[in-house]
């Protein structure tokens, strides 16, 4: 199993950024997707998920209007595109790929991308 973000990256406040994460080795049409966040000296926290069957999405507050879930699930991809960003955005941004099955949670993590947001 393996999850790969990429396109974290500095970026002016009030610009945008667009996270991909690749997933492998597993069913990914079959796992709802979120994406996390980790600020220095911070707990991990929720930003957005988007689930495998009716692809719905779900945003955390601070995001709401800014930020936009999406998946291919032809690529095995779930993108994140993240407008008018600002200097508390910044963080490590992971990918989450989780499932309940058979009464078993599975999650896997990606490594994480960098975002730095400028004042």
């Known amino acids: 199993v393996q999850l790969v973000e990429s396109g974290g990256g500095l970026v002016q406040s009030g610009g945008s950024l667009r996270l991909s994460c690749a997933a492998s080795?597993?069913?990914?049409?079959?796992?709802?997707m979120s994406w996390y966040r980790q600020a220095p000296g911070k707990e991990r926290e929720l930003v957005a998920t988007?689930?495998?069957?009716?692809?719905?999405?779900n945003y955390a507050d601070s995001m709401k209007g800014r930020a936009t879930i999406s998946r291919d699930n032809a690529k095995n991809t779930v993108y994140l595109q993240m407008n008018s960003l600002k200097p508390e955005d910044t963080a490590v941004y992971y990918c989450?790929?989780?499932?309940?099955?058979?009464?078993?949670?599975?999650?896997?993590w990606g490594q994480g991308t960098q975002v730095t947001v400028s004042s």
């Open positions: 080795g597993f069913t990914f049409s079959t796992y709802d």
């Open positions: 989450k790929a989780q499932r309940v099955y058979a009464f078993r949670t599975y999650n896997y």
């Open positions: 988007i689930t495998s069957a009716a692809g719905s999405t």
